[in-house]
């Protein structure tokens, strides 16, 4: 059992960087992997990548590959999606989720799930 609140969203130009954090108080969260989506209007929820709960194990989707990148500080209780050169393109509520498994994350699976961050880019 574990609770996660995203923070860090906001309004941003296009080019800009901007950095998500995910965060829990239980320390059971230093067990768990942490995986980011994003939902566009009118679009499904999305994956976007996911870290083990060791850290040593990092995926991405096609979509962000190069742009975006994952990584966590289990001392803090907390994990990061930096968003680098944004585009209109990524503007979304983005959520992160924690589960026992990545593969259980990227199939949309997770069992415990942040409220969602805004963030809109501008052109």
């Known amino acids: 059992q574990v609770h996660v609140a995203e923070s860090g969203g906001g309004l941003v130009q296009a080019g800009d960087s901007l950095r998500l954090s995910c965060s829990a108080s239980?320390?059971?969260?230093?067990?768990?992997?942490v995986g980011w989506f994003r939902q566009a209007p009118g679009k499904e929820r999305e994956f976007v990548g996911a870290?083990?709960?060791?850290?040593?194990?990092?995926f991405y989707s096609d979509s962000v590959k190069g742009r975006f990148s994952i990584s966590r500080d289990n001392a803090k209780m907390s994990a990061y999606l930096q968003m680098n050169n944004v585009t209109p393109e990524d503007t979304a509520v983005y959520y992160c989720?924690?589960?026992?498994?990545?593969?259980?994350?990227?199939?949309?699976?997770?069992?415990?799930w942040g409220q969602g961050t805004q963030v809109t880019v501008s052109s």
């Open positions: 989720a924690a589960d026992s498994t990545t593969i259980r994350l990227r199939d949309q699976l997770a069992d415990y």
């Open positions: 239980e320390d059971s969260f230093r067990r768990y992997s």
């Open positions: 870290i083990s709960w060791t850290g040593t194990n990092i």
